[in-house]
């Protein structure tokens, strides 16, 4: 125990130097810090903060209370000073030391199959292309190595020193201080304040934009697009490095002071630049619904729900509650968006209005748009599958109901749900196909429209095999048959009535002195016959069937049934026309002249009117 | 909530329309009933929301005789969250009027085909201001915290220079953030400065180039882009708030009104409150016509508080939450005491700060309301979220939102 007069000495000096340390009171002790000098000079200073705290206890006259706690306040005032000046002082954009941007080289398909324009934020002065990882370097040994070294990517949290451990230490004993002598908030705003700006310069590096709901809703959906791939990048570097280790400073500096801090210090810091952060992801969340906006939304809400453990670890105070709470919710707002979407889309559609012909009865590009999408939707299929969990709204087969078709589901028993929307979306396409087929006025196009697109929509399943696993075989020969089925009515449509000409019955009389061979009634058949073909061929030269296949197939079908045909009549009957007087006039074409013509069909040109003559 | 609930509700919306035909005029009797009892309602919890007393005075200015103060005191925290849970009921009932039973083909026609997507582009202004106000609510907490720290040091015995320097620090910081962050991105920028550094310096000011402080309490507040503006979005909600003629076919032009006129108050009421950016200009009256009975209540407010924000515009206001105010006065007053002071003190004074301490010590227990406050706001984020996605939904049904051009 010390004697009195040490103590008031040690007492003494100690106040003595705090005094000279009060910037209120010399311009000397404002122009420098202390913490800028040497060791030595900051130990004493804390030593004499110390003493001060300790005195605390021994002194009992009020006058020297009084010194005594304006000694405290005044070194609390300057600690304060000194805690914000170390802080600013190691508290650059975050960015310049730790965070470098490279540029990874394999590139990776975009999710919408669509170019998207480069975009060209410069970053630490880097070109960023689609797929961008985020490289860190501790401390100052930044090498900036090439971009052919493997990268680690955001995908888990990584925390990073904001500040060197030095800088740490001496924080952390001025914290202890000012905690101990019950000014732990001044303490708390301090870092606060200079840690809230550091973030915001960090989010302005990262692109992280103020935009209000109001904002978003007014901007196109492609500047929208950018935007969201811009987020979700931020989105993991914030949460899984700039959070994480924010929250790790506050630690490193405030852990068992003795209070709660660590904890109220990192939400303090966090919890406003979290919720702006969340903001963006929200107010896509609640923007007006459309079928192009699927695809993003979907990439946003799987980002998010990768994203939600980590929000969970990094923000597990009870304090922070309110911001876990918030990315749950925009997650499932997002999900919702996204069964929203695909609702509209449907009913987008079966409401499809256009009321114009695809000339040629070509692959209409209603259909082409649809299969595109859900191809895509399939590429998505793993996230959709866990969101779609209700059935199509099909009608009922007994709703008698005209404007939707109906679908049985007892067959597509044990198929998932989004299956189910998959084959419903088919069947309503098709349904409105039916529909604009009866645009055509001739038959035999329609029968070709509904071929042609049936025939597509096989194709676009054939060619994805995880749409393929979810339509189903049964279905997929459905519409092989439906699509065949339409091509034998086309030909009965054209064909049937061309090849009635080159029938046998009704050439025959009875007589005695013909060979048995109406020549008129022959004669009227040629004629007919060159007309119709004529006619046929004329037209259907401008139709189009756009997979070479399927029209070759048709063409082959065709001709099966037209070149016997035509062979055959003429081997029977020619020799009576050319007993007769301009025999060329009514045996216009050769087999070999209708097997050329044949070529023509289908091809989407018109074709001259001379077709060419027999040679004989 | 159910992920089937948008399938669902579209289904029975498209069973509802087929049954409409049947049942029409029974529907039309439930209608006005429906219609009527959500006037009712409206006019029953804006009266309770009417207070006929004046704010009461503070210890700062008079005797120190602070009784309690009523729960219900106008612009208090515990006023506002009658008032948005009077805003969540109103909705709820508004909802159901418009939307259940109804025959969606209506919003596509007069007036209603105007007067939704204006309801709509309210909505979305409306959300923005609760955003705003969420972060408002946060620099509000703040203050709590600077003010809770010159409770702490004045109420120590006895009290001391560091004490009183202690506490002038803090309350100087908290009455500079107050009229500061205001005034930030006010024209008169430059005398705003000068008035707020007139409070003195606080003590032991780090060496100037390194003080940033000051612009530290402007990134804590706002997070909005510089443009933004609550008034602006204000005036726009309003901008459109006509009184519907009586005698149209649909019958909801007038709750249409009513409810919009509601939610502006709501939100004019909570701009005009809690500190959010750029307030200047605010609107002080709406358009609402003296004659409409059921308005009667919420003009009396809206006329009580436009005269305060008039009076307190001038000298620039941190906003008329009951509590700011009272704690601004008593922060000053304690300041003035500061400024004033040489230990040891005398009796009366201790006596006189003492009741002073108490009552700001009393409006920071206050403003632990401002937590649940903060859910309440998100929870009508959220329900008008919601009300906005079912009235889109109505809409596509309709087919009067552009059939979407899928190519």
């Known amino acids: 125990m010390e004697p009195p007069e040490n103590t008031a000495g040690a007492i003494e000096s100690a106040e003595k130097i705090i005094l000279r340390w009060d910037s209120t009171a010399s311009e000397e002790a404002r122009e420098r810090m202390i913490f800028d000098s040497d060791r030595q000079e900051i130990d004493r200073y804390l030593q004499a903060v110390d003493e001060i705290q300790r005195s605390m206890e021994s002194v009992t006259v009020t006058d020297d209370q009084n010194k005594v706690n304006g000694a405290i306040q005044i ?53 960023v292309s689609k797929e961008v990882e985020v490289e860190f370097h501790v401390g100052e040994s930044s090498s ?35 905690i101990s002598a019950g000014y732990f908030r001044e303490c708390v705003q301090v870092y606060g304040s200079v840690r809230k700006s550091a973030m915001d310069a960090s989010f302005r590096q990262l692109g992280i934009e103020k935009l209000s709901i109001g904002d978003i809703q007014r901007l196109e959906w492609e500047v929208l697009e950018t935007k969201i791939k811009k987020w979700i990048r931020a989105a993991k570097v914030c949460i899984r490095i700039l959070f994480a280790s924010e929250k790790k400073l506050c630690e490193q500096i405030f852990e068992g002071l ?171 396409l098709q349904f409105n196909l039916d529909g604009k087929s009866k645009l055509y006025k001739d038959a035999s196009l329609a029968h070709l429209f509904m071929m042609n697109n049936v025939h597509y929509i096989v194709q ?43 029938r046998d019955e009704g050439l025959h009389v009875s007589g005695s002195f013909s060979s048995g061979v109406s020549k008129s009634a022959l004669r009227e058949r040629f004629k007919t016959f060159n007309a119709m073909f004529e006619e046929v061929h004329r037209t259907q030269a401008t139709w189009l069937i756009p997979d070479n296949q399927l029209r070759e197939e048709l063409r082959i079908s065709i001709s099966e049934k037209l070149i016997p045909a035509y062979r055959s009549f003429l081997g029977r009957f020619r020799s009576h026309i050319e007993s007769g007087k301009h025999p060329e006039t009514y045996i216009k074409y050769s087999v070999e002249d209708l097997e050329t013509a044949v070529l023509d069909f289908f091809e989407g040109y018109p074709v001259s009117q001379h077709l060419r003559r027999r040679s004989q | 909530m159910p992920a089937t609930d948008n399938q669902g509700s579209f289904l029975n919306r498209i069973s509802i329309r087929r049954n409409q035909v049947v049942s029409m005029d029974v529907n039309h009797e439930q209608e006005l009933e429906d219609l009527e009892l959500f006037q009712k309602h409206v006019v029953d919890r804006f009266s309770d929301l009417v207070t006929t007393q004046p704010p009461p005075p503070t210890a700062a200015d008079s005797s120190p005789d602070s009784a309690l103060m009523p729960a219900d005191t106008l612009l208090s925290i515990a006023w506002f969250r009658k008032l948005l849970d009077a805003f969540l009921c109103c909705e709820a009932e508004f909802k159901a009027v418009l939307i259940m ?94 008035r707020s550094w007139s409070f003195g310096r606080r003590g032991g000011g780090a060496s100037v180039n390194k003080d940033r402080t000051a612009g530290t309490f402007r990134s804590l507040s706002w997070t909005v882009a510089k443009s933004w503006s609550a008034s602006k979005q204000i005036q726009a909600m309003s901008s459109n708030l006509v009184a519907p003629r009586g005698g149209e076919p649909t019958g909801l032009a007038l709750p249409v009104y009513i409810m919009s006129t509601v939610l502006v108050f709501v939100m004019w009421a909570l701009v005009a409150a809690i500190p959010c950016q750029e307030r200047t200009g605010l609107a002080t009256h709406f358009p609402v016509p003296r004659q409409l009975v059921w308005a009667q209540a919420m003009i009396g407010l809206q006329e009580k508080i436009g005269e305060e924000w008039k009076k307190k515009e001038k000298k620039g206001t941190c906003g008329l939450l009951e509590e700011i105010q009272r704690m601004e006065k008593v922060s000053q ?75």
């Open chain 1, 258 to 428: 003795g209070t709660a801090s660590d904890d109220s210090c990192f939400i303090e810091t966090v919890k406003g630049p979290a919720i702006q952060l969340f903001n963006f992801a929200e107010a896509i969340s609640i923007s007006r619904r459309s079928p192009e906006k699927l695809f993003k939304i979907l990439d946003l809400h799987d980002a998010l729900s990768d994203l939600l453990p980590d929000v969970d670890v990094v923000f597990e105070s009870k304090s922070a509650e309110s911001i876990r709470v918030q990315a749950a919710e925009i997650q499932s707002r997002l999900a919702e968006a996204a069964r929203g979407i695909l609702s509209e889309f449907e009913n987008a559609i079966l409401r499809e209005p256009s009321r114009i012909p695809v000339p040629g009865g070509t692959i209409h590009p209603l259909t082409r748009y649809v299969m595109n999408y859900i191809s895509l939707i399939s590429d998505y299929k793993q996230t959709l599958i866990e969101l779609i969990v209700s059935k199509p709204p099909t009608g009922s087969r007994y709703s008698g109901d005209p404007t939707t078709p109906d679908m049985e589901f007892a067959e597509l028993e044990g198929r998932t749900p989004l299956a189910l929307h998959l084959i419903w979306i088919i069947v309503i």
């Open chain 1, 144 to 178: 900036r190595s090439s971009s052919s070294s493997k990268y680690q990517s955001t995908t888990s949290i990584r925390e990073i020193d904001l500040i060197p451990s030095e800088a740490i230490y001496d924080l952390r004993s001025i914290a202890e201080r000012m």
């Open chain 2, 333 to 407: 007053s304690l300041v003035d005491f500061a400024d004033n002071f040489q230990f040891p003190a005398e009796a009366e004074k201790v006596e006189e700060v003492a009741a002073q301490v108490t009552e700001l010590a009393e409006i920071c227990q206050k403003m632990d309301e401002l937590v649940p406050l903060q859910q309440q706001v998100r929870e009508v984020f959220h329900r008008i979220v919601r009300s906005r996605a079912e009235v889109l939904d109505v809409l596509d049904q309709v087919g009067k939102m552009s059939t979407p051009v899928l190519y």
């Open chain 1, 75 to 127: 070194a609390m005032a300057r600690l304060e000073d000194e805690f914000r000046n170390i802080l600013i002082s190691h508290t650059g954009p975050v960015e310049a030391e730790s965070l470098v941007e490279s540029v990874r080289s394999t590139p990776r398909a975009d999710s919408t199959g669509v170019d998207f324009p480069e975009e060209d934020y410069s970053f630490e002065d880097s070109v």
């Open chain 1, 460 to 502: 676009k399943i054939k060619g994805s095999p995880e749409l393929r696993e979810m339509i189903g075989d049964d279905y997929l020969k459905k519409l092989t048959g439906k699509f065949r089925q339409a091509a034998t009515s086309y030909q009965r449509a054209t064909w049937v009535r061309v090849l009635y000409c080159l």
């Open chain 2, 101 to 194: 039973g109804r025959d969606p083909t209506q919003f596509a026609k007069p007036p209603l085909d105007r007067l939704i997507p204006e309801l709509l582009d309210r909505t979305v202004k409306a959300l923005d201001v609760c955003n705003a106000i969420t972060h408002g609510v946060e620099l509000v907490c703040h203050w709590q915290k600077l003010a809770q720290i010159g409770v702490t040091a004045l109420e120590q015995r006895p009290i001391g220079e560091g004490h009183v320097r202690r506490a002038k620090k803090s309350l100087n910081t908290l009455l500079t953030s107050m009229t500061f962050d205001d005034k930030e991105n006010n024209s008169h920028g430059g005398k705003s400065t000068e």
